[in-house]
């Protein structure tokens, strides 16, 4: 199931800030626990407990490093909210008008595009059907319908590919930004490399990554203008 953050329905400046960032699926979990069935309240346990709070970008004495899926999302969530590439920690945490501080990933949506895997033995790299795109995708619209977001960052080609009729452009404004609308509203959508990829494209290793501050942080930082 999805992660949705406890303050995911914000405002920037009066306006709604509802961010849903989309992969491909749920890659082959060491724990067994979580091959399957996973309900939201593990799955956010996993993202903002898991990544959020007891991981850190780069590892130190007590805590272990976020995989690059998760490191590139921590960039993408900071430039979002005005914080700035970094890896410092506690920029990551949010001070709202009105209430206490929160962390990033209690403020944004982790909705993949399927809500099942395949992957071959041993590897978590999905080889997701026909079968699986199809069956799947009447559940991402009905996220979609649920959350109602204004701001969606698509993470890989496949992802952004199978979704252009669920998120068609009805207008672009970059090369990697466009508008859509869906059932339910309007929003803004990024389209990026997932953060692993490989070679130019990978942007979750390094804050000095070509593609993150060429593509990514530009952007996010003209979409959140958009808004």
């Known amino acids: 199931m999805s992660h949705v953050g406890r303050h995911f329905d914000l405002q920037l400046n009066g306006r709604p800030l509802r961010i849903v960032v989309v992969g491909q699926e749920s890659g082959w979990a060491r724990r067994p626990a979580f091959r399957r069935r996973v309900n939201m309240a593990q799955r956010s346990a996993a993202v903002l407990g898991g990544s959020g709070v007891d991981h850190r970008y780069y590892a130190d004495a007590e805590h272990g490093p976020r995989n690059p899926h998760m490191r590139g999302t921590t960039s993408a969530l900071r430039v979002i909210f005005g914080q700035g590439l970094g890896s410092d920690w506690h920029d990551e945490w949010i001070q709202p008008a009105n209430g206490g501080p929160f962390h990033i ?122 808004l």
């Open 105 to 226: 990933f209690d403020g944004f949506a982790l909705v993949n595009r399927l809500l099942c895997s395949a992957s071959p033995v041993g590897s978590s790299q999905g080889r997701p059907t026909k079968t699986m795109l199809a069956n799947c995708l009447e559940h991402f619209e009905a996220t979609l319908r649920i959350l109602e977001p204004t701001l969606i960052v698509l993470q890989g080609s496949l992802v952004a590919k199978s979704l252009e009729t669920a998120l068609p452009a009805v207008k672009w404004r970059g090369d990697h930004l466009y508008t859509t609308s869906y059932d339910g509203g309007e929003a803004l959508v990024c389209t990026f490399s997932h953060p692993s990829a490989q070679r130019d494209k990978r942007w979750g290793d390094s804050l000095t990554a070509p593609y993150l501050n060429e593509v990514v942080v530009p952007t996010l930082r003209r979409a959140t203008r958009l």
